[in-house]
């Protein structure tokens, strides 16, 4: 059997621990020989279908302190900007919405690291126009466009798809890494997929 | 400020992710110079005053089943024997207060990898007397005297203290461990403590 060269990473830019993961992913592959395949998807249909009012990491207070101390090692271990958000979790549609209309783009990766510098190196607001036309003319894109391609019909219902699929293939949490068909949970399990995905 | 060159292993024989790191940890924390503190504690009634009818782990279909893949993978990598329990989570109160006995021991490093082992590398009830008998036998250690010493009211009465302690330090899950004030969840947060603890 010829080994998986590629990795889905399944992503939602609320999702804390997809900050790291976005930010590493591109260079770590590359490093391995393996492609990315960008797979946005929105955790908050899924939460609620398990029947969670929201991530089980913050439904209870010593856990979320806990989360929140553990963000700031692994920001500091990889050298990346880190500010607890000051809402959380934060709405992030539109960006969402822009990653699924951009995903087999050649510039999905620096969007998604550009949206998580905002969301989690900066505390920023990233769901709104200003948000996002900042984002894509930084990357020397015609935002007015995007925006309103990322907000057509037919893409919101890409993204609605996206997110049937995830909870079809037993995705419950994010960043979610598939290899074919095995499953890897959480930033602290990308250098595993890799190998994984290598082997 | 001197730095902490003991890591503190709170630890429930219940826990599955516990396995890997009693397995890894005495030899893993030699190698960085660092003292291991065995801290037996009850998750139970911790995820009761949580509100929690079990381990978050297990709470929901398509997570249980990614757990116990990723338990099978973390075996394989670290080498150790793994066969998913036919009774989960199971009872393990004698051994736990056994471990609470001997916490101070010479002998309780050993005893707690033998414990798991024949909990998770060979699915075999670990709550009775018969099995206490055969691994205390295994130490050449005085087996009905300290089965004795650890069902005593002194000895039950630690072990319901510890896992108050636990409770008190934010304790919401296991292995957790804890380099001075800092928390470490997981076994896959262990490397990361023994180097927490030697920076």
């Given at each position: 059997m010829?080994?998986?060269r590629?990795i889905?990473?399944w992503?939602?830019f609320?999702?804390n621990?997809?900050y790291?993961?976005?930010m590493?992913?591109e260079?770590l592959?590359a490093a391995?020989g393996?492609?990315v395949?960008?797979?946005p998807?929105?955790?908050g249909?899924i939460?609620?279908a398990?029947?969670?009012?929201s991530?089980?990491l913050?439904l209870?207070?010593?856990?979320?302190r806990?989360?929140?101390?553990?963000?700031c090692?692994?920001?500091e271990r990889?050298?990346l900007?880190?500010?607890q958000?000051?809402?959380f979790?934060r709405?992030t549609?539109?960006?969402m919405?822009?990653?699924?209309?951009?995903?087999?783009?050649?510039?999905?990766?620096?969007f998604c690291?550009?949206s998580m510098l905002?969301?989690?190196?900066?505390n920023r607001d990233?769901d709104?126009y200003?948000?996002?036309?900042?984002i894509?003319?930084?990357?020397?894109?015609?935002?007015?466009?995007?925006?309103?391609?990322?907000?057509?019909?037919?893409n919101k219902?890409?993204l609605?798809?996206?997110?049937e699929?995830?909870m079809?293939?037993?995705?419950f949490g994010?960043?979610?890494i598939?290899?074919?068909?095995?499953?890897?949970w959480?930033?602290?399990?990308l250098e595993?997929?890799l190998?994984?995905?290598?082997?």
């Amino acid at each position: 059997m010829k080994p998986h060269r590629t990795i889905e990473l399944w992503f939602d830019f609320s999702s804390n621990y997809c900050y790291p993961t976005i930010m590493r992913v591109e260079s770590l592959a590359a490093a391995h020989g393996v492609a990315v395949q960008w797979r946005p998807f929105l955790l908050g249909p899924i939460f609620k279908a398990i029947g969670w009012s929201s991530s089980p990491l913050f439904l209870h207070e010593a856990k979320s302190r806990y989360v929140w101390r553990d963000m700031c090692r692994r920001a500091e271990r990889f050298g990346l900007p880190f500010v607890q958000p000051s809402v959380f979790p934060r709405r992030t549609l539109l960006p969402m919405r822009i990653a699924t209309l951009a995903s087999e783009s050649s510039w999905i990766g620096e969007f998604c690291r550009l949206s998580m510098l905002a969301h989690f190196g900066a505390n920023r607001d990233i769901d709104t126009y200003e948000a996002m036309r900042g984002i894509l003319d930084h990357l020397a894109l015609p935002s007015a466009g995007l925006m309103a391609d990322a907000e057509s019909e037919t893409n919101k219902a890409l993204l609605r798809r996206r997110t049937e699929q995830a909870m079809v293939r037993g995705v419950f949490g994010a960043p979610m890494i598939f290899v074919g068909q095995e499953m890897f949970w959480g930033d602290d399990r990308l250098e595993d997929a890799l190998e994984w995905a290598t082997r």
